[in-house]
């Protein structure tokens, strides 16, 4: 079936640094590709998302591109901030009837001052 | 406007006692989904309701487990006979339909003892 996979967290990483959080997907069809974030004490909320092959998703400084021929989506950002300490993941929206996402593990950033 | 909001927001239950979990979805949402988030599996799909359609059950994980949804608004997720290994945070979800972006409520932690 349909699967994420992220990179082992945590990570730690001084403010300014830059991010690079690996996701690579197994799925039929052509799902949609989403990045969300959890922040300490709030519900899940959308990050950035891509529809199609090598879209190129984008919010708050965070990338993340489409990459079919290595099932790769990978969020990206330039220069961290404390205020992005939170826990990220990826997941794919199915193509099938019921639309349900399948999400990654989930990695915990922690971003120093 | 108002967003997705789940009761209670914590629940501390006996093993073999039944609960009931309640979501309600944004205004005017026609999809609702249910997922639990467990630290030995992750974000996982429970259940999903469309419109009148039949929900699709196939994420829940035995038959102690069922959700109905009335009016096509207020869903309720029901454990029967609790185990300590349903412990974990339930996360509700809607949609304007099938396809478009999800919104997460904040959850109901759930702690079997």
């Known amino acids: 079936g349909d699967s994420v996979t992220q990179m082992e967290g945590p990570v730690t990483l001084s403010e300014e640094a830059f ?22 004490g709030e519900g899940l909320q959308l990050l950035l998302k891509a529809t199609k ?32 300490s939170a826990v990220y993941f990826c997941a794919l929206r199915h193509t099938g009837a019921n639309s349900k996402l399948t999400f990654g593990k989930g990695i915990t950033l922690s971003v120093r001052p | 406007g108002a967003g997705v909001s789940q009761s209670p ?34 974000l996982e799909f429970l259940i999903y309701f469309q419109g009148n359609s039949a929900p699709d059950k196939s994420g829940l994980p035995s038959d102690r487990f069922s959700a109905e949804r009335t009016g096509g608004s207020v869903s309720t997720l029901t454990i029967q006979r609790t185990q300590q290994e349903d412990s974990a945070v339930y996360l509700c979800a809607s949609s304007i339909a099938r396809p478009y972006e999800q919104y997460f409520g904040p959850g109901t932690r759930l702690t079997v003892t």
Do not use: M
């Open chain 1, 19 to 40: 991010l690079t959080i690996n996701c690579t997907y197994t799925a039929t069809g052509y799902p949609s590709l989403f990045w969300y974030v959890q922040y300490p």
């Open chain 1, 53 to 84: 092959a090598d879209d190129k998703g984008s919010n708050k400084g965070f990338e993340a591109t489409y990459r079919k021929e290595t099932t790769s989506f990978h969020l990206e950002k330039g220069s961290v901030q404390v205020s992005d």
């Open chain 2, 9 to 42: 927001s914590n629940k501390v239950t006996e093993k073999g006692k039944d609960v009931e979990l309640r979501c309600d979805p944004i205004s005017g949402h026609t999809a609702l989904y249910w997922y639990r988030q467990s630290l030995g599996q992750g």
